[in-house]
Antibody, heavy 119, light 107 residues
Framework: EVQLVESGGGLVQPGGSRRLSCAAS????????MDWVRQAPGKGLEWVGR??????????EYAASVGGRFTISRDDLRDLLYLQMDNLITEDTAVYYC??????????WGQGTLVTVSS | DVQMTQSPSSLSASVGDRVTITCRAS??????LAWFQQKPGKAPKSLIY???TLQSGVPSKFSGRGSGTDFALTISSLQPEDFATYYC?????????FGGGTKVEIK
């Protein structure tokens, strides 16, 4: 069974950092591009970024709202996806989802992890 | 960025109704359009990609159509489990963008 499990959420002060993880199982993680998508409380879905697979140099893409502050990486040996979030602002408060990319878009999602940025 | 505009933002419908949600892109995106369903407190669920191809396991009561800038998601006979919020997403160009969502409520 394909499964994605996010972890690492919690309360962070403005200006702080947090690293989220997404553990993948049930498929060959290294073959796939992976996405991060977030949802602020009561709001819609917002794409955060994508990381390509090793065959495509693991190059990332980011939304303008997080570029320069967030970094997506992956560990194909451990089947883990990461989202390093630095210089957090209150507007980054959201549930963060990881998603497996198939045919250009996510076909499988994790359950999400909540990040709250507040003093 | 490609703006995705969904309409309506919400609708009320009865069990058994046929429901159509539309999504318009601010520029042509070919058929790089996906639809997602989300229930309160839950992760999104992928329904359709390529504008009209059902994800594995998605029932055939869901259908998608369109190309270029205008797209639609139709639910042929609304069931209680279909009451949710639906989002379109374009993945033709970066940044990937979502529509604002359509909340389907029980009448």
């Amino acid at each position: 069974e394909v499964q994605l499990v996010e972890s690492g959420g919690g309360l962070v002060q403005p200006g702080g950092s947090r690293r989220l993880s997404c553990a993948a199982s049930g498929f060959t993680f290294s073959d796939y591009y992976m996405d991060w998508v977030r949802q602020a409380p009561g709001k819609g879905l917002e794409w955060v970024g994508r990381i390509r697979n090793k065959a495509n140099d693991e190059t990332p893409e980011y939304a303008a709202s997080v570029g320069g502050r967030f970094t997506i990486s992956r560990d194909d040996l451990r089947d883990l996806l990461y989202l390093q979030m630095d210089n957090l602002i209150t507007e980054d408060t959201a549930v963060y989802y990881c998603g497996r990319v198939q045919s250009g878009t996510c076909d499988t999602w994790g359950q999400g992890t909540l990040v709250t940025v507040s003093s | 960025d490609v703006q995705m505009t969904q309409s309506p933002s919400s609708l009320s419908a009865s069990v058994g109704d046929r429901v159509t949600i539309t999504c318009r892109a601010s520029q042509g995106i070919s058929d790089y359009l996906a639809w997602f369903q989300q229930k309160p407190g839950k992760a999104p669920k992928s329904l359709i990609y390529g504008a009209s191809t059902l994800q594995s396991g998605v029932p055939s009561k869901f259908s998608g159509r369109g190309s270029g800038t205008d797209f639609a998601l139709t639910i042929s006979s609304l069931q209680p489990e279909d009451f949710a919020t639906y989002y379109c997403q374009q993945y033709s160009v970066y940044p990937i963008t979502f529509g604002g969502g359509t909340k389907v409520e029980i009448k």
